[in-house]
């Protein structure tokens, strides 16, 4: 729109830019962002229906009574929603303990990178100590190497410390954080100096200033933290496949891919039955922590 | 307020060397169970991993010492070359799809428009982010099935015949790429938002004036400043690009054949299934070498194109 007004202003320097005539012009111009809109919004409406879609699909066909889950042409809005699919999800796995495991796993592995993280950017953000510098960097080239490398080692590790097919085995090595302790140590870095100024004239010392000063003042920091965590680890797929063993240890991900299994004899709507139920803590984490999840999904990457 | 806090303060701060010596302790203490977790889970098995790789183990019997003959064995194992090959067809078509479908979308994004559709859009390119990729990849399993597909279902619509998505070598692999950026291109689309968002808005103002427009205008004004996010976007596709795993297991467990098997299923399937623990670890090496190896080249070739402010 602000283009072609814009756009008299080179005729002035550069005669005509296109060799139009100076009637014709004006008039392309006032059409031409008039088709690109039309075209950014066809777009953008094709992106998001394939966005949307296959969620759509899912959530539909997980509603459909499990002889009608293979019917073609699908039904995008059941007509009657059905939820058997959903009752036959809890008879086939047992969901309340993947959940719980899940839940354990994912719950305990977010407070530990919070806690774990926020102590070590601090020190890494506000004390003083000999090669911080160097330390740091080892702790950051942590995060370019692939757990599938580490993985082989960490397994043996696991049994020799009589972990296996235990959830301590998949909470303890994901504890220590580079990506959370980056985190924490920009955040702190970017927490004015004044107030340890403030409480080092009233007396307190660095365990004082870092536990009533900068503690409470970290708690969105800490947030990002455990809501990346949380987002990762709930997803998590390949750390529990190779840990665990028994399905009393799965976590919910290894129990839809069981449920998969089952399928032979039954329906897409249980499988699909299933994968909704999974989706549905992270869902809530993504309506109430957008924001927080976004700003900590691209924190790492505007370093 | 400078002058009347100045003074005091350096009275009433404990000697330097003593709070640093406290500082320091306290470091240490703060350090501790991020910098052990650390040594005991990522830098005793990076050493591991280098021991290993020179072992035949199977956990079973004692190691044997074989030398390189792990790394000799890779070179000739035709299900490992073919899945190092299928990993950098992967990577190469994913992220060029990952970052064109990001960048075209966010920069649709900057045009005016209600603001509760740009919330709208943006949260619906960043929601398939926060699913899980096995739990995806099982959806799409079903979306993509040969006879009662969704996919196929409205293929015919417009007179396609049924594709055999899952049980074709080429299908599968173009399935498991598109099930891939499907998930992942709201990470880049999110870079490139916060990129866009962030150019002046008198630099466009400015070339306008004279003279460029549309194409012109993004690639000399707005490409060349968002260069250094382009390079971290596409830095961190491949690293993540290079480890797929979750999607071609659950979809086509590495078939048909070994068509869509990927280092990574590689580095699974030869510990824990066929315990060779050395093999594992010495094709773990190689797909980090081949990780580093991309990041360097690309930092090195970023200072021809990149421009910082």
Do not use: C
């Given at each position: 729109m602000s283009s072609q007004i814009l756009h008299t202003g080179t005729k002035e320097h550069t005669g005509s830019t296109t060799g139009t005539p100076a009637t014709g012009k004006p008039y392309r111009h006032r059409r031409l962002p008039a088709a690109g809109t039309v075209g950014r919004y066809t777009a953008l409406a094709v992106a998001a229906a394939l966005t949307l879609g296959p969620v759509l699909w899912t959530l539909s066909t997980s509603l459909r009574t499990p002889s009608e889950s293979f019917n073609l042409p699908p039904s995008f809005l059941p007509i009657n929603p059905d939820f058997t699919a959903y009752q036959e999800v809890f008879k086939q796995i047992n969901v309340g303990?993947?959940?719980?495991?899940?839940?354990?796993?994912?719950?305990?592995?977010?407070?530990?990178?919070?806690?774990?993280?926020?102590?070590?950017?601090?020190?890494?953000a506000r004390l003083d100590f000999r090669g911080?510098?160097?330390?740091?960097?080892?702790?950051?080239?942590?995060?370019?190497?692939?757990?599938?490398?580490?993985?082989?080692?960490v397994f043996m590790l696991i049994r020799g410390m009589g972990l296996s097919d235990t959830l301590l085995a998949l909470i303890l090595p994901a504890i220590p954080t580079a990506f959370g302790t980056f985190l924490m140590r920009q955040y702190f870095l970017g927490l004015p100096n004044d107030f340890a100024e403030a409480a080092a004239l009233d007396g307190a010392g660095p365990w004082r200033i870092f536990r009533s000063v900068y503690v409470?003042?970290?708690?969105?920091?800490?947030?990002?933290?455990?809501?990346?965590?949380?987002?990762?680890?709930?997803?998590?797929?390949?750390?529990?496949?190779?840990?665990?063993?028994?399905?009393?240890?799965?976590?919910l991900p290894l129990g839809l891919v069981t449920l998969q299994g089952n399928l032979g004899t039954g329906s897409i709507s249980v499988v699909l039955a299933g994968v909704i139920l999974s989706m549905l803590p992270a869902l809530v984490v993504f309506i109430f922590g957008q924001r927080t999840l976004r700003e900590g999904l691209t924190a790492g990457a505007s370093k | 307020m400078t002058t009347t806090s100045t003074a005091p303060r350096h009275t009433v701060k404990p000697p330097a060397a003593r709070r640093s010596f406290v500082e320091r302790w306290l470091a240490m203490i703060f350090l501790a169970p991020t910098l052990l977790g650390m040594a005991l889970f990522t830098f005793l098995p990076i050493i591991g991993s280098l021991v290993l790789a020179f072992f035949r183990w199977d956990i079973i019997s004692a190691p044997q010492f074989v030398g390189f003959a792990n790394f000799a064995s890779l070179a000739q194992d035709p299900t490992v070359r073919v899945s190092f090959l299928n990993t950098i067809v992967f990577v190469v078509v994913a992220v060029i799809l990952q970052l064109g479908i990001a960048l075209s979308l966010a920069s649709m994004l900057q045009a005016r428009m209600p603001s509760w559709l740009r919330v709208f859009l943006?949260?619906?390119?960043?929601?398939?982010?926060v699913l899980s990729a096995a739990s995806v990849s099982i959806f799409m399993r079903y979306m993509f099935n040969e006879q009662f597909?969704?996919?196929?279902?409205?293929?015919?619509?417009?007179?396609?015949?049924?594709?055999?998505?899952?049980?074709?070598?080429?299908?599968s692999a173009a399935v498991v790429v598109l099930v891939y950026v499907w998930q992942n291109f709201g990470f880049s689309f999110l870079l490139f938002l916060g990129a866009l968002t962030n150019i002046p808005k008198e630099l466009h103002e400015a070339a306008n004036l004279d003279g460029a427009t549309g194409w012109k205008q993004f690639s000399n004004v707005t490409l060349p400043l968002i260069s250094p996010t382009v390079l971290v976007a596409s830095v961190m596709a491949i690293i993540s690009a290079l480890?797929?795993?979750?999607q071609p297991y659950v979809l086509t467990n590495g078939g048909p054949g070994d068509s869509t098997r990927t280092a990574v299923m590689v580095i699974f399937e030869s510990a824990f299934q066929q315990l060779e623990f050395g093999e594992a670890s010495a094709i773990g090496l190689v797909l980090t070498v081949l990780i580093l190896a991309v990041t360097a080249l690309q930092f090195r070739l970023s200072r021809r194109f990149v421009f910082y402010q």
């Open positions: 303990l993947l959940v719980l495991n899940s839940a354990l796993v994912t719950g305990l592995i977010a407070l530990g990178q919070m806690a774990s993280a926020t102590l070590a950017g601090y020190a890494f911080k510098n160097a330390i740091f960097s080892l702790v950051l080239a942590t995060m370019m190497v692939p757990v599938q490398v580490t993985i082989v080692p409470p003042l970290a708690v969105p920091g800490m947030a990002i933290v455990g809501i990346l965590a949380f987002n990762f680890h709930w997803n998590e797929f390949f750390r529990p496949l190779i840990l665990t063993i028994s399905e009393q240890n799965f976590t | 943006r949260s619906t390119f960043f929601f398939p982010l597909g969704v996919v196929n279902w409205l293929l015919s619509l417009v007179g396609i015949p049924a594709v055999p998505w899952l049980t074709s070598p080429a299908a480890q797929v795993f979750d």
